[in-house]
């Protein structure tokens, strides 16, 4: 289950996570040997058995139709890195 | 080569909830930007979402209302992708187990034929924000109100075969999802909006070509303008020997011609996977029951009803069941007023459908509901009062408090029909024109019109129209 | 007055023997002075924390009680946000992030009476078993400061064996309550999952993470965990089920209580000398009149294989919003969105998050998701049935908390899978969603070594009682490093 670079670049892509060339094959040789451990999973068939997503069995619980938040964007935006007149701004997005 | 074109439809209906779909902010259209965005809305650090009860009851009667399957145990999965109006880097949408699954919608075209169109599913996802552009200099600025508010993405199949039927069945949508209240339908604030997947093919093959997603269409008119440069643009293609691309292409309403949206192009891969904060949503099937039992008569059923019980022509009908406002109007009117259906509906759709047009009012909005309508319509039917004065008195109750009866005594506008008083107003108008009265005895029937309207002048309108003119022509005659 | 269990300075506060103004000033001189070799806290919030300790002086002369903590010093890991108390999680990316909201525990803890003295350090967004991971640097074990606490709670564990402060909230996604509590000599509790609220807790791995206390011991555990559990609304995952009274059941009996001994934790790969421990701490619990079972928990060793890839392909999912957008680091001059992405996340993640970010993203993208994603969460099927088949049986599971004592910094970090399987014992409750406590048995020359017990769902309640028990008959648990 070795992974090479390319794989470790389309991912890291996917992620949106820039790795510099030089620690491209680090990565892909950690994920090979994280990748090699996983497949110990493949010693057991699995095909009769059901995915388990949640530990609990619990069913999802409904909120009431309530508005109670409060405007709260100056305590927001104080935080924010960048913003102008309420808006979270970006580098300019061409559609 | 003959092509035939294949279009499915995916529209985005957001659900009329007073909060999101995760959160308790507010989804009011308009406010200043991100004022309804709370931690959960902007993907705060360890916030988490909680499933408004109103999304699903919303989406469970879709399914009842087009008799589609009902994803008794369904699942809500992240889709995985970076944006900046996507506040997680995911958005909370339903993948495998959707909580509407197969159904059908008839769709009546223009030429009266009938047409079935599948439904793949509907299921529940939240929105996301809303980037500006133009308003910053070098900077794209996002906006977050709009995230989380819950929609109801309506998949259908690849079942129609021209634009015009793409837009007829998108049209049923509208009207259906307005008629269970579960959408404004409001297409400029973005409350119903279409993507359409576009294909075609040689007539007779039954294997589909590829197809190009139409995003941001947001008129019937322009769905139907965008699918037929799409058609042909495909077959110019296809017969120029190319090949069609696989892609996303906005419609620009404008220029009127899709262009590739190169932006979202990259192949991208969602990892969907089930969301590890939210539980399977589990649907009894006593809530299907209570929620059936509460759901209104459909626009379909209530307008076979109108026809038969109420003899509406198809036309009409059609017009009184367009939306669940209307009919309910409608049926008030006709049941408070004693009227005909065909006077009540002749008024609605006339009288206050132009005043509505003119003042860009909603039905809901009217300044005269139902009730003052009713009164007006029964004094008309009574014949208290003209149709004529009744349109005056319509304009006075548009404008003002009055109720039909107080302006009708306060102006003395209440119709004559004493026929001994009729006859004075005749003798003295017949008096007054001896020339006419001759002309008119030598042949001139066309005269008939000009002694009617002298005496409607004399009685300012309030004669009853129907005597007046059986008793002038009888008195002519003499 | 800092060598005092909780228990112990609740009931002095009670009687006046100190304030808690006397208290809480004591402890952050303590932490100050050895903060700086320790390393366990992140941020000491002295002023806040003093003007709370006054207040509940002040109540309590006046009669009124602020509830069962009344104005006991605890700390809370830097992964739970804080009102107006910078909330790092461990990272650069967090470096300046002051949340304005509370989580549910912070807030529970708080009007229960405790005060913060402060955000103690942890492994980035809590991946790590050994505390190398924080970008406010390693933290020290006060056993013996050329050895890791354990991870990811090291500050926490750290803070409370060196007496900095008698308890401290965790999070315990793969053992990062448990193993720290064991390499430090001290108690803690992994509670059932949706038992403690994760509002406002920040996210490793969603359907893993679970809140809870660390402290010297079980008694001190109950008090805490006792205001943390409980049902929130705002958390979907929590379990709308009454609390128990943790400090109500902890003087029952153990006789005739079944503990299981999973076969599979007593083989190849567990330090001698650990197993020794082991045998002595059953012995004790025989004495107390407790069974014990030998069990079969046969897919034992595929829990970590199957873990590293359900928690990074949540994690990789989870930490998609820190993008430089609304909070958190932005890159300086991004020449466009992609670049603002990506250098942003690149600077502000260290190597362990990366990895597991790309490791998760990989497991859920397309062509491998059934082969890694899918198929791991069957296998987390397989260990969740192989406990209820054992819970049929006995009442609790017993074996060691982690295979060898605290191991020197920097001895493992080149190796992240030999890191990883430092939580093999811990893991498997995650997986089921089953509680864990991690209980002082003795000490390998000089490092502290503790035994977990596994008990079934919501059975927090009797694993405290047969801790408790255990620790009125061995004083592993008072021992203070010098
Ligand atoms: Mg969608
Ligand atoms: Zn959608």
């Known amino acids: 289950m070795a992974v090479d670079n390319k794989v470790v670049e389309q991912v890291a892509h996917l992620a949106r996570v820039q790795i510099s060339a030089e620690s491209v094959p680090d990565y892909a040789s950690d994920m090979s040997g994280v990748l090699e451990l996983a497949a110990q999973m493949d010693q057991v068939d699995t095909s009769s058995v059901e995915p388990m997503a949640h530990p609990t069995h619990a069913v999802q619980r409904l909120r009431d139709d309530v508005v109670d938040e409060v405007n709260q964007r100056d305590a927001f935006q104080a935080i924010a890195p960048s913003v102008e007149n309420g808006y979270y701004l970006v580098p300019p997005v061409i559609e | ?478 | 007055m800092h060598k005092l269990t909780l228990a112990a300075m609740q009931r002095s506060l009670e009687s006046g023997e100190f304030s808690s103004v006397e208290l809480c000033q004591h402890l952050i001189e303590r932490t100050k002075q050895h903060n700086e070799t320790l390393n366990a806290f992140v941020s000491i919030t002295e002023e806040q924390a003093l003007s709370e300790a006054k207040a509940a002086d002040e109540k309590r002369a006046a009669g009124d009680t602020l509830g069962s903590l009344h104005g006991l010093p605890i700390a809370h890991k830097d992964i739970f946000c804080t009102d107006g108390v910078r909330t790092s999680c461990g990272s650069k990316m967090l470096e300046n992030f002051v949340p304005p909201y509370n989580a549910t525990v912070v807030e529970k803890l708080k009007s229960a009476g405790a005060i913060s003295l402060g955000k103690t350090n942890m492994d980035e967004f809590a991946m790590g078993s050994s505390n190398e991971n924080s970008f406010f640097g390693v933290v020290r074990n006060p056993w013996d400061t050329e050895r890791v606490p354990g991870g990811s709670s090291g500050g926490s564990a750290a803070a409370v064996a060196g007496r900095l402060v008698p308890a401290c909230t965790g999070t315990d996604t793969g053992g990062s309550i448990r193993q720290p509590a064991a390499f430090c000599g001290i108690t803690g509790i992994k509670p059932t999952y949706g038992r403690v609220s994760r509002y406002g807790m920040i996210a490793f791995a969603s359907s893993l993470d679970q809140g809870g206390p660390l402290a010297a011991t079980a008694e001190d555990c109950a008090l805490l965990l006792n205001e943390m559990a409980g049902f929130d609304p705002r958390d979907s995952t929590s379990i709308d089920r009454a609390n128990d009274d943790y400090m109500a059941t902890l003087h029952q009996p153990v006789k005739g209580m079944k503990i299981g001994l999973p076969k599979q934790y007593f083989e190849a790969g567990l330090d001698d000398s650990i197993a020794a421990l082991l045998q002595q701490a059953i012995k004790e619990l025989e004495k107390l009149g407790a069974e014990f079972v030998d069990i079969e928990l046969k897919n034992q060793h595929l829990a970590v294989p199957a873990y590293y890839i359900v928690a990074p392909a949540e994690c990789s999912s989870n930490l998609a919003r820190f993008d430089g957008v609304r909070y958190g680091h932005r890159c300086e001059d991004p020449k466009d969105l992609e670049d603002l992405y990506k250098r942003s996340r690149a600077e502000g993640f260290g190597r362990e998050v990366k990895r597991r970010i790309l490791v998760g993203t990989y497991a859920l993208s397309a062509g491998y998701y059934d082969a890694f994603y899918v198929k791991a969460q069957k296998i987390r099927s397989l260990i969740s049935q192989d406990f209820s088949q054992a819970f049929a049986d006995v009442d609790f599971i017993l074996g060691p908390t982690t295979p060898s004592p605290a191991f020197k910094i920097g001895e493992k970090t080149s190796d992240p899978v030999a890191m990883y399987l430092n939580d093999i014992y811990t893991i498997p409750a995650n997986l089921a969603g089953l509680p864990g406590i991690s209980v002082p048995c003795g000490d390998v020359g000089g490092l502290p070594v503790g035994l977990q017990l596994v008990g079934n769902y919501f059975d927090e309640a009797r694993l405290l009682n047969v801790a408790h028990q255990y620790q009125t008959v061995t004083d592993w648990h008072t021992r203070i490093p010098g």
């Open chain 2, 1 to 478: 080569m003959q092509w035939e074109t294949v279009i499915g439809l995916e529209i985005h209906a957001q659900l009329a909830t007073r909060s999101k779909i995760f959160s308790a902010s507010s989804t009011q259209y308009g406010a200043e930007p991100n004022t309804q965005a709370s931690a959960v809305d902007l993907g705060m650090p360890g916030v988490l979402p909680v499933l408004n009860r109103e999304a699903v009851h919303m989406a469970i009667k879709f399914a009842l209302a087009t008799d589609a399957e009902i994803g008794r145990h369904n699942v809500f999965a992240r889709k995985n992708y970076f944006y900046p109006d996507l506040p997680k880097g995911y958005q909370i949408s339903q993948m495998s187990l959707p909580i509407v699954g197969t159904g059908t919608v008839t769709v009546e075209l223009d030429d009266g034929e009938i047409k079935e169109v599948g439904l793949t599913r509907a299921h529940l996802e939240e929105d996301a924000g809303k980037s500006v552009h133009e308003e910053f200099h070098d900077a794209t600025g996002v906006d977050l109100n709009r995230a989380g508010t819950p929609l109801l993405e309506i998949v259908s199949e690849p079942d129609m075969r021209s634009a015009k039927e793409a837009v007829a069945y998108a049209r049923k949508i509208h009207s259906l999802v307005r008629y269970i209240e579960i959408c404004d339908g409001n297409m400029q604030e973005g409350s119903f909006r279409c993507d359409a997947n576009v294909s075609i093919r040689p007539a007779g093959q039954e294997e589909l070509g590829t197809r190009s997603e139409i995003k941001n269409v947001n008129s019937f008119r322009f769905l139907e303008r965008a699918i037929n440069f799409e058609v042909d643009r495909q077959i110019d293609i296809l017969e120029g020997g190319g090949e069609v691309v696989q892609e996303t292409r906005l419609y620009d309403a404008d220029k009127d011609e899709t262009r590739s949206m190169r932006s979202k192009e990259e192949a991208n891969d969602y990892r969907y996977f089930p969301d590890p904060d939210l539980l399977p949503v589990h649907i009894e099937e006593e809530l299907i029951e209570s929620l059936r039992s509460a759901m209104p008569e459909l626009p379909d059923a209530r307008r076979k009803r109108f026809i038969a019980d109420f003899d509406l022509s198809e036309y009409d009908a059609g017009v009184m069941t367009a939306d669940r406002r209307t009919a309910d109007y409608f049926e008030t009117v006709l049941d408070k007023s004693g009227a005909s259906a065909k006077l009540a509906c002749s008024w609605i759709s006339g009288e206050l459908f132009s005043r509505l047009n003119k003042d860009s009012l909603e039905l809901g909005d009217s300044p005269v509901d139902a009730e003052r309508f009713s009164a007006l319509v029964a004094r008309i039917h009574d014949n208290t009062i003209s149709g004529k004065i009744g349109k005056d008195i319509l304009d006075k109750m548009w404008s003002g408090n009055d109720d039909v009866d107080a302006i009708i005594d306060k102006e003395g506008l209440r119709q004559i029909s004493d026929t001994s008083e009729i006859e004075k107003m005749i003798d003295d108008v017949i008096a007054a024109n001896p020339d006419q009265l001759a002309q008119y005895r030598s042949g001139k029937d066309k005269l008939l019109a000009y002694f009617v309207g002298q005496v409607m002048k004399a009685s300012r309108g309030k004669a009853n129209p129907g005597q007046l003119n059986k008793l002038l022509q009888e008195k002519l005659k003499e």
